[in-house]
């Protein structure tokens, strides 16, 4: 019992890790707080649930799909509510407002595309093969989504810290006007900040949705605020923590989930957030030292 | 005429408790405080209201002045280590709290019945209650927005270090500021509780949350006035317009960002602005004080 339920708390927790990774990604860069994150979530799940039933597309072309989808979304986004606020270097509660009314456009689109419903994918289009290991019940699904989690970490990993472009993204989040002096165009940067970003929720959004076996337009809150929970525990725009915590996360409320109840499992989870904001705000493994940029209109 | 007026009744009411729920949003704000927790503190005095009429059998007023002071209570509670943080990490704890809270009534059956919320509440808040209730709120804010409290939450909100070097005390007015707002969602979340009949904790979540902050973007952040328009705008749009009521999400959303990049005041305060420069350019009138 406690071992299958840290086995289903790491899967899910795999998934929160690489949803929170573009949330932090964008924070540790933008240093704006993308309260759309979810809705691009939301609409990877769409984007392959839509290929294979409309479509009749296989699962690995609607999953690529999918990660485009958001994506592009993502860059959108970008250039519809960021960029302009960005060059009025107006304050961060602007670029959080502006998040959140396009997460409420998608969401609301999503409703309407959807007809409120709750849409499953249709049966065999991911094979059910189970096996068993001493009293362990291991699904391949479950194998897939902690493989392909591990494979899109390394390779984010590889992108930022061993090639140029990668490169070119550190320096902006250190400093984008020391980084433009030095013949590095910022809105470049941002735009594929952007794309990563959305493309790992797009792909977080087809795992959760397979994993669960349900899509429908608000299944994105539930994992932006979760996503809060990761960011904070990990250190805001920390890739390690965001991992290290998200894996937690879904530990942590898998196991309270089975031994107490969903509603227990969420006090715990909002209460240990708002506990480590009041005595460790950097985060349980970020540095010690936050920047608290304090910018307002 | 009368019909017409009645008929628009219960509209005129929702309007009213959405604004009052906009003010705790407001005062915040304009104190530079990034706090997200209206819609948590509305649930305490939701419930708070409600149990004190249904299940412990007091009179309307004494729930209402109840809800008032544990929602207030509960503010300056979060308030204290609140003070630690700034900006992007005020919202998340608020933010945190107002989940605390869903999840809290969503469980303690006993206290508030659960998922399924409470009913039964009778109609106590009448539209003169509301009315009055809102009233006294703007006028109040008005009279606090031109004494040295609001001069105080502007300068804060402007810049803080500012702010500290003219011997503002920051964290004794966040602490009064956080007091307002949860007297102001009390108030709001108690008369909507004797309003609708019926409260759930879904009502008091993510969706609450968004709304408030956008009555408060639409309106202005600076003049009281601007929760008000701002919270009657985004009530009577779907209502008015309603070939676009399937889509109300979709407006909010759009008004947001429309909003926040084109009119980064809000319509209260641009509007404000404009009297106020077209005031100061007429001849003889050049010494005019600004108005808040």
Known sequence: MFAQQLLNGIVVGSVYSLFALGFTLVFGINHVLNLAHGAVFTLGAFAALYAITLLDLPLPVAALLAVLAGGLASVLLDLVCFRPLRNRQAPEFAAIVSSIGAGLILTSLAQQVSATQVMRFPFGTFPVVVWRVWGLRIQLLQLVIIGSVAVIVVALLLYLYRTELGRQVRAVAISGRTAQLLGINPAMVFAQVFFIAGALAGAAGVLIGLAFNSVHYVMGEPLLLRAFVVVVLGGMGSIGGAVTAGLLLGVVQSLSVAYASSGVADALIFGLLFLVLLVRPAGLFGSGVVAARVVRA | ?292
């Open chain 2, 1 to 292: 005429m009368m019909n017409y007026l009645a008929a628009y009744r219960s509209l005129l009411d929702l309007v009213l408790i959405n604004a009052l729920l906009a003010f705790s949003q407001y005062v915040v704000l304009r104190a530079g405080v990034f706090s997200i927790a209206t819609a948590g503190l509305a649930s305490i005095g939701a419930y708070t209201a409600a149990n004190a009429v249904v299940s412990w059998g007091w009179p309307a007023p004494l729930g209402l002045l109840s809800a008032m002071l544990l929602a207030t209570a509960a503010a300056l509670l979060i308030a204290v280590p609140l003070a630690r943080l700034r900006g992007v990490f005020q919202a998340i704890a608020t933010l945190a709290f107002v989940q605390l809270v869903l999840s809290v009534t969503q469980n303690a059956t006993s206290l508030t019945g659960g998922a399924l919320g409470m009913n039964g509440i009778p109609r106590w808040a009448t539209t003169p209650i509301l009315l009055g209730a809102v009233t006294v709120a703007l006028y109040g804010l008005w009279r606090l927005g031109r004494s040295w409290i609001g001069r105080a939450f502007d300068t804060i909100r402007q810049d803080e270090t500012v702010a500290v070097s003219l011997g503002i005390d920051v964290s004794r007015t966040h602490l009064l500021a956080f007091g307002l707002s949860g007297a102001l969602a009390g108030l709001g979340g108690g008369l909507d509780a004797y309003h609708g009949y019926s409260i759930t904790p879904d009502a008091f979540g993510f969706r609450l949350l968004v709304a408030c902050l956008t009555f408060v973007v639409l309106g202005g952040r600076v003049s009281p006035w601007g929760p008000l328009i701002g919270a009657a705008i985004l009530t009577v749009l779907p209502e008015v317009a309603r070939p676009f009521r399937d889509y109300a999400l979709l407006v909010h959303g759009a008004l947001l960002i429309l909003t926040i990049t084109y009119l980064p005041d809000g319509v209260a305060d641009t509007i404000g602005r404009r009297i106020r420069d077209r005031r100061l350019r007429r001849p003889g009138l050049a010494h005019a004080a600004p108005v808040a």
